[in-house]
């Protein structure tokens, strides 16, 4: 995969050579060096995938559940097999430190992949209508184009193919350019595992080829992950067409710390609540919302726990922060710390690229104090190393604090009492609370609030087209 030229795009079940001369250079944000090229789909390219998953469909939909489970738990067994591949895979193309990507790529996918095999298992296609006077259906949905971006691909990917194929649709994957490598590696899998020719086709590219995924025809339904104005626009252009879509988008979450919080915990749990993928996940708590009483104790322990955290190289294991993902990113980054300091903020960590690293997209972990709510900073989603932190006086105060964004997809509580944090977390407009910390199940469902979100993580019955048949009473069919 890495050190190639890619010229096909992977479609019903084989490398098809693309239609579109386009090409796109992937490039390791670590080294600043070429790792690959592959294909910017055209129209076309995005047409034949489609085609292929219209063909695959009638077929597909038609397995019975045990068919779909026992399929996508092979696919989690050849991705657990893979998966150390996969981690340096990713990490190779977006930067993303090899402990972090080793989980998020790696183990993270195939428990999702497990946990999806399980749904189809006891999905049923068709159960007795109420009153026992008919039938309820659930019929797949159709062809479903998925567009994911590149921060955490095969946990993302996972999270959208598994109760796709659980419904029983077929899709065209379109990933994210700079992440194309693992995902086209997926359809090779999927093949080698069984799935029939053209359930899963993979066709890469950036902005264009999405759009092209939107307008096809042949796409029933979009499932999108990425930025809240993407989304924005893809949703607008569902509506016109009358095309479902699910949709989870940007954050900009709180990590409420509360006056009883055990500040060794919060220190052990910061970097993967506030700033997990050097800021690069969408649900990053970066504002963290601390009390006013122990502000001066809680920033003390924020600015060592960061500034002690290695930063470097992503294949190096210990490290907790790499580079950004892209030359882009790096320079959105600098250009919201600048507008935080020509807005009043003051930098209490970091601020700017490190010493020692002129090669690769780094950025130091930043912390700004000092944050109006009405900054920039506190406001949008940055995605890179950077936590504002922000006073509060009792919780009433930092729920009203937390709540003040116009996001709404994590958050955290930090609290010796887990009843109190609960009660904070139910208050919160948000889809996904931890608290002290504690990582969500994959079988745990949650969805954007606010503009980060729409429909997401509504699962199989996202993928599912109802249809309901109703029969004269006491008419008896066999099977039902
Ligand atoms: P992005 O929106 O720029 O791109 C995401 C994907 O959409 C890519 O594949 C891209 O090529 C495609 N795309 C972009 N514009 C498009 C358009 N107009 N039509 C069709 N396709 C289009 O996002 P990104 O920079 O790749 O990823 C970072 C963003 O993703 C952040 O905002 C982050 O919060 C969000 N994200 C959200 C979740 C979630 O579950 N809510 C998870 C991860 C990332």
């Known amino acids: 995969m890495i050190g ?3 010229d096909c795009v992977y479609v019903n079940g084989a490398w098809q050579t693309a239609h579109s001369t386009d090409r796109i250079d992937l490039i390791d944000p670590a080294t600043e060096s070429w790792v690959a090229s592959v294909v910017d789909g055209d129209a076309e390219d995005v047409a034949m995938a489609a085609a292929a998953a219209r063909d695959a469909l009638p077929g597909w ?8 489970a026992n399929l996508i738990a092979a696919l989690a067994d050849a991705y657990d097999q893979r998966r150390e591949e996969f981690a340096s895979l990713v990490t190779a193309q977006n930067g993303a430190v090899i402990s972090r990507s080793r989980r998020t790529n790696g183990t993270r996918p195939v428990a999702l992949y497990r946990h999806y095999a399980e749904v189809a298992r006891t ?6 209508g109420p009153n026992a006077q008919g039938i309820v259906r659930r019929e797949p949905i159709g062809v479903v184009g998925i567009i994911i971006p590149w921060n955490a691909p095969q946990s993302l990917l996972a999270h959208k193919l598994g109760p796709a194929l659980a419904a029983g649709c077929t899709v065209v994957v379109k990933p994210s350019p700079e992440t194309s490598l693992d995902s086209l590696l997926i359809g090779e899998i999927a093949t080698s595992v069984g799935f029939p020719a053209g359930v899963i086709n993979v ?3 950036g902005r264009t080829t999405g759009s092209a995924l939107v307008e096809e025809h042949g796409i029933d339904m979009i499932s999108f992950t990425g930025s809240t104005s993407a989304g924005r626009a893809i949703a607008a252009r569902c509506g016109e067409l009358l095309k479902p879509v699910v949709a989870e988008l940007g954050g900009k979450s709180a990590a409420i710390v509360l006056d009883d919080a055990d500040l060794s915990l919060f220190a052990e749990k910061l970097i993967a609540t506030c700033l997990p993928n050097t800021g690069q996940v969408c649900y990053s708590c970066t504002r963290v919302i601390v009390p006013r009483s122990r502000f001066d104790e809680v ?3 924020v600015t060592t726990t960061l500034g002690d955290a290695v930063l470097g190289s992503p294949q190096d294991p210990a490290a907790s922060f790499g580079p950004l993902a892209s030359a882009t990113q790096r320079e959105r980054v600098e250009e919201y710390i600048d507008s935080a300091r020509a807005e009043g903020a003051r930098v209490v960590l970091g601020g700017g690229r490190p010493a020692g690293l002129s090669t690769g997209y780094y950025v130091e972990p930043t912390v700004l104090i000092d944050v109006d709510r009405t900054m920039r900073v506190f406001r949008e989603e940055i995605f890179g190393p950077v936590l504002v932190v922000v006073p509060h006086d009792g919780d009433e105060d930092a729920i009203r604090i937390a709540n003040d964004s116009s996001y ?7 609290s010796e009492d887990i009843e109190r944090a609960t009660d904070v977390a139910r208050r919160m407009q948000t889809g996904g609370i931890s608290i002290n910390g504690q990582e969500r199940s994959e079988a745990a469902p949650s969805s954007g609030y606010k503009d980060s979100g729409l429909g ?4 199989v019955d996202a993928h599912v087209q109802f249809k309901s048949i109703a029969w004269p009473p006491r008419t008896l069919i066999q099977g039902v």
């Open 456 to 459: 997401g993580d509504a699962g």
């Open 408 to 414: 709404g997809l994590g958050g955290a509580v930090f």
């Open 203 to 205: 066709v890469t590219g």
């Open 123 to 128: 999905f049923r296609a068709e159960a007795p």
């Open 4 to 6: 190639r030229k890619h």
């Open 299 to 301: 920033l003390e322990v």
């Open 61 to 68: 939909a038609e397995t019975s559940s045990t068919e779909r």
